[in-house]
Nanobody
Framework: QVQLVESGGGLVQPGASLRLSCAAS????????MGWYRQATGKQRELVAT???????NYAESVKGRFTISRDNAKNTVYLQMNSLKFEDTAVYYC???????????WGQGTQVTVSS
């Protein structure tokens, strides 16, 4: 059974940093586009950042310049470094693994990030 396990969320003040991790198991990790999405209370889930198997990255406009997505294929892990956090970054952050050619899409269980003073 495929598992995506997120970690690293928490409660931080505005301006602080957090690094999220997502460890994948039972997939050929290097073949998947990995992504981070988030869902704030009462809002739809939205894309935060993605990184392809070739390490091409894509970011939501709201996080460009503050967040960095990276992957370590040897560890089957994708990271999201979040700097200069804002109140509006508060959400549950979900890890996603997508294999477009096979039409496969997996989700993690989510990790809460709360930015509050």
């Amino acid at each position: 059974q495929v598992q995506l396990v997120e970690s690293g969320g928490g409660l931080v003040q505005p301006g602080a940093s957090l690094r999220l991790s997502c460890a994948a198991s039972r997939i050929i990790f290097s073949a998947y586009t990995m992504g981070w999405y988030r869902q704030a209370t009462g809002k739809q889930r939205e894309l935060v950042a993605t990184i392809t198997s070739g390490r091409t990255t894509n970011y939501a406009e709201s996080v460009k310049g503050r967040f960095t997505i990276s992957r370590d294929n040897a560890k089957n892990t994708v990271y999201l470094q979040m700097n200069s956090l804002k109140f509006e970054d508060t959400a549950v952050y979900y890890c996603n693994a997508k294999h477009s050619a096979l039409s496969i899409n997996y989700w993690g269980q989510g990790t809460q990030v709360t930015v509050s003073s």
